[in-house]
């Protein structure tokens, strides 16, 4: 049953006279709190919060005066009191309010400056389970949501970048704070308790291994606000979950444009799928365009690796995400600056590299200190009218299937090379996907079509226009394997690949038509593969 409203208007301006500040993060604390003292603002403190405002030499009363009763139980229960909520909650123009404090000798609060144990840092730091949920804070939401609930009297501030704002509101409203300044920042307090609640609810799921848990929460912090979003006349935010992750979101930009909607897109599209190959095993170059690779390729070095890599599709690199597994050097500098390139992103860069780049003005040059590990769980989400799907991130990998050879022949260990690098990057080419491979490095990319048969000859096209600009007489595709993400459901897309001059195939297998697909194989002296796991991406 809702609760009705006694329809009593917000007075327009509020001067505070008590502010209470509960803080785990102190930044900016001091100069705040001095700020407030010199307006004669009475400080009301907790713990180290109270501490660190008496080691400034400000005059601060401890909580438990407003209370009359003990911090206790290691600092569990300390503002879970009517002294302190009931100074958040009263409507100061509601005359049985008002009476209520003068009863209880409860004095008003005007002010909350309060941020929350490090719940998010702590757990992302894979700390021991009791760690954890003694890093959950009750007090603070409490008094939070109080705050914000009344903001018709009460300011809430809960983030120190909105320190500086609260001193200009008082310095432009000769002491006092305006009722759309206090709407405001109650609307953050109530997002940031929504998402800090977010982030507990989901480490709980995890540690519980609740894979659908009742209700699912997503939250994220703004980290940027885009011009715009896929398309001019669409808004957007970029949002950042705190998951330590290696990635763009995490990344350092050391030049260039800000990075737009489609442009965080592909970047983490290249770099996940760049994730896929060890850096100590072989420099890995990956070109994404519209969230789909147009070429990827391992070598000795990252500059032969993307030269590779461009052989693909030179055409459709123009404007592309360059991701590498390795540190950008100088050599690999040099040959990607030749073409018109969005952002290149790599764990590092050498200085030599970035000055080299640094003459390009708006390519954008991100690093990550690190590869995304593509075992790691995680979960990716997707909106739908009406709802959310959720699903677990795809973190299978090749490395870990038993392969399964199904054709009178064998591949070869150098078919047997390539098919498993075809597969590796045919799980970040949005399906249906076909990929050809030859020699570490893709030579031909079908993706997104409704019918497979279409992935292969697009692919297979591909690498004759690719040939032709190589001034290559035979299309790239001969002599390749050939990668499929999902079962073919009919033999013609894998006759397809036959018929561009692929040897070997890799797939998942499982086709009510498998036996029809293996005997065109062996047909035409194929080696096929089977893994047994899809790569669906959508």
């Not at 438990?64 to 009191?81: A, C, Q, W, Y």
């Not at 009344?150 to 320190?163: F, G, L, P, Q, W």
């Not at 398309?231 to 930009?253: C, W």
């Not at 030049?255 to 770099?271: C, E, H, P, R, V």
Request: aromatic share 6%; proline share 4%; charged share 20%.
């Amino acid at each position: 049953m809702a609760v009705a409203s006694k329809k009593i208007p917000a007075p327009e301006f509020i001067k505070p006279v008590r502010a209470l500040l509960s803080v785990s993060d102190k930044t900016g604390l001091v100069p705040l709190a001095r700020s407030l003292a010199e307006r004669g603002i009475e400080l009301v403190s907790t713990g180290g919060t109270a501490r660190t405002l008496g080691d400034a030499g400000l005059a601060v009363r401890d909580v438990s005066d407003l209370t009359n009763f003990p911090e206790i139980m290691d600092g569990r229960v300390k503002t879970l009191h009517p002294g302190v909520h009931g100074g958040l909650l009263a409507i100061r123009d509601d005359k049985d309010h008002m009476q209520a404090m003068e009863a209880h000798q409860i004095g008003p609060i005007d002010i909350a400056i309060i941020n929350l144990y490090p719940f998010e840092t702590v757990a992302a730091a894979n700390s021991d389970y009791p760690t954890t949920v003694e890093n959950i804070d009750i007090g603070g939401p409490a008094m939070i949501r109080a705050a914000a609930k009344n903001h018709a009297y009460v300011t809430i501030i809960t983030d120190s970048a909105d320190y500086d704002s609260v001193i200009a509101q008082l310095n432009s409203n000769d002491g006092s704070l305006p009722y759309a300044f206090r709407q405001s920042m109650a609307a953050k307090a109530y997002a940031r308790t929504a998402a800090y609640d977010a982030a507990i609810s989901n480490w709980f799921a995890g540690a519980l291994k609740l894979e659908q848990p009742t209700h699912r929460a997503i939250a994220g912090t703004l980290k940027d606000v885009m011009r715009y979003g896929e398309n001019p006349h669409q808004t957007a935010g970029f949002y950042v979950t705190g998951d330590t992750r290696p990635g763009v979101a995490s990344a350092t930009q050391h030049q260039g444009k800000a990075l737009s909607y489609n442009n965080i897109n592909d970047t983490d599209a290249a770099f996940e799928l760049v994730g896929e190959f060890a850096p100590n095993k072989a420099a890995a170059c990956a070109i994404i365009k519209h969230a789909n690779p147009c070429g990827v390729a391992t070598a000795a070095n990252l500059s032969e690796a993307y030269r590779k890599a461009l052989a693909c599709d030179s055409v459709s690199a123009f404007g592309g995400i360059v991701a590498l597994n390795q540190t950008l050097d100088a050599e690999a500098a040099q040959e990607i600056v030749k073409i018109f390139t969005e952002v290149i992103i790599a764990p590092d860069v050498t200085a030599e590299a970035k000055a080299i780049v640094a003459a390009k003005k708006n390519l954008r040059l991100l690093t990550t200190g690190g590869l995304p590990d593509p075992r790691a769980g995680g979960i990716a989400a997707k909106t739908v009218s009406g709802g959310i799907l959720v699903q677990s991130r795809d973190n299978g990998m090749i490395d870990d299937i038993e392969l399964k050879t199904v054709t009178e022949r064998a591949a070869t260990p150098e078919e047997l090379r390539d098919l498993i690098f075809a597969f590796r990057v045919a799980k970040h080419v949005k399906s249906n996907a076909i990929v050809y491979a030859r020699d570490g490095a893709t030579v031909g990319i079908g993706a997104g079509q409704m019918s497979r048969i279409d992935s292969s000859r697009i692919a297979a096209r591909k690498a004759l226009d690719a040939a032709q600009a190589l001034g290559l007489t035979q299309p790239l595709t001969q002599g390749s394997v050939v990668a499929s993400d999902a079962f073919f459901p009919f033999a013609d897309g894998l006759v397809s690949a036959i018929e561009a001059g692929a040897t070997a195939v890799i797939q998942p297998g499982g086709s009510m038509r498998d036996d029809e697909v293996i005997k065109a194989a062996n047909e035409a002296g194929i080696a096929m593969v089977l893994t047994g796991m899809r790569h669906f991406r959508h």
